[in-house]
């Protein structure tokens, strides 16, 4: 279905090419008076425009491939793992430099983790996510997404001390830095640092990211206020089992 689809609206893209390709050798083998022996330019020019027609034909067929499979694989995320994976999979395979495809595969392993637990699920979100940032270390939402591994990390292995939640934090900075009007990543912060006890620290991202929303007049960040109403009676909770 997908290479149909993919077949179909290549046409529209490689049409015009090839009308001008078929003209060219009309010209050629139909009208040999108008055409001077000694003069091949025009062969020249009628191959390399057909092999322009086919070279776009392949790479843009790959390209469309690539995105209704990435496209229709992120609609299976929440739903369908192995689908979602298998189609991501291959939007990888058919465009590798696309930052976008690797970081939603790396963020569909990271799903996985956190309702299996196992490290071959953990081990391949961070390479996609790796593979991401490599390809667009300026992306806040890759940044973002790994920080949420390595949160689910602590979470499931409490032995391993607060390092992995100071990975989050820093990846969150960092993101934070890179999107400097958007309040998520400080929330997101916020979160770890409540579960790190640094009852200060998080208070301190709260607080930005407050005003940040504030400044902001964007309707779908207002959202986010339930997560700050959870994350001050989280903070409160731990002052008082504190306190006790």
């Not at 997404?145 to 990390?153: I, K, Q, R, T």
């Amino acid at each position: 279905v997908l290479l149909f689809q993919a077949v179909f609206h290549d046409i529209s893209a490689t049409f015009a090419l090839s009308l001008l390709s078929v003209w060219w050798l009309a010209i050629l083998f139909t009208n040999r008076s108008e055409v001077d022996e000694n003069n091949q330019r025009p062969v020249f020019f009628a191959a390399i425009i057909l092999l322009a027609a086919l070279l776009t034909a392949g790479f843009s067929s790959a390209d469309l491939m690539a995105r209704y499979a990435w496209r229709h694989g992120r609609d299976l995320m929440d739903s369908d793992f192995p689908s979602a994976v298998l189609l991501t999979e291959r939007a990888v395979r058919l465009n590798p430099l696309h930052a976008g495809m690797s970081r939603d595969l790396g963020n569909i392993f990271r799903l996985m983790y956190t309702r299996t637990g196992k490290m071959d699920d953990f081990n391949n979100s961070l390479k996609y996510l790796n593979r991401a940032n490599i390809l667009n270390p300026y992306d806040p939402v890759t940044l973002r997404v790994a920080a949420g591994l390595y949160e689910e990390l602590a979470i499931r292995n409490p032995d391993s001390g607060a390092k992995p939640l100071d990975v989050a934090l820093d990846m969150l900075n960092e993101a934070s830095k890179l999107a400097p009007r958007n309040p998520m990543p400080l929330l997101q912060a916020s979160n770890i640092a409540i579960r790190k006890g640094s009852l200060g620290d998080a208070l301190g991202y709260l607080d930005r990211a407050i005003g940040i929303e504030r400044s902001e007049e964007h309707t779908s960040e207002l959202q986010s206020h339930s997560f700050i109403s959870y994350a001050v009676f989280c903070l409160k909770k731990k002052k008082n089992d504190k306190n006790e």
